[in-house]
């Protein structure tokens, strides 16, 4: 190669570089808006104020292991955190999607709705608070009863699933 094909070569190189280095693209989350003493958490079971039995224990238990999954933050009893997420479960419902020629509902949609706070326990104030994060799931109709509640009751997994990991991106992004 030529002294002019090297120049060539380097020229392409740096504008490639400039061009990938300046396209704009930006993480849009904060990476931590948590005070820095902030370590380790408590989430006590959630409040249902829902007629659903039992969906408190599902959504924290998903909570719970979400935080561990994430690794930020400890989770740890009460008296040992630094912070207390607390919950209240205030609405449940299931939405008909589809139906069969004669009206029956082929397919559900499971929706819940909760009130999130993250209080810091230190310091004695809200650090953060969202008075409306919804997760849905769907699940379909059986002429098995059986089959049908285990349907429901995974659609419930599924959408608490979900509902945690929103929930912890939440906290660490500030949204």
């Not at 061009?19 to 409040?47: D, M, Q, T, W």
């Not at 955190?81 to 029956?104: H, Q």
Request: glycine content about 4%; aromatic content about 10%.
């Amino acid at each position: 190669m030529n002294k002019r094909s090297d120049k060539i070569i380097i020229v392409f190189w740096a504008i490639l570089f400039l061009i990938i280095s300046s396209c704009g693209y930006r993480f849009s989350g904060r990476a931590n808006e948590l005070p820095l003493h902030i370590k380790a958490v408590a989430i006590p079971i959630f409040v249902n104020s829902t007629q659903e039995p039992l969906i408190e224990s599902v959504i924290t238990n998903k909570v719970i292991q979400e935080f561990i999954g994430d690794g930020r933050l400890k989770v740890v009893d009460s008296s040992k955190a630094d912070a207390v997420l607390k919950g209240r479960i205030y609405a449940f419902s299931l939405a008909p999607l589809s139906f069969d020629r004669g009206d029956n509902v082929l397919e559900y949609r499971v929706v819940i709705q909760c009130e999130l706070v993250l209080e810091d326990v230190k310091e004695n104030k809200i650090i953060w608070k969202e008075p409306a994060l919804t997760q849905s799931a769907d699940y379909k109709v059986s002429s098995d009863i059986s089959a049908t509640r285990t349907a429901k009751e995974k659609a419930i997994e599924e959408a608490s699933k979900r509902f945690a990991s929103d929930l912890v991106a939440r906290v660490f992004e500030g949204f």
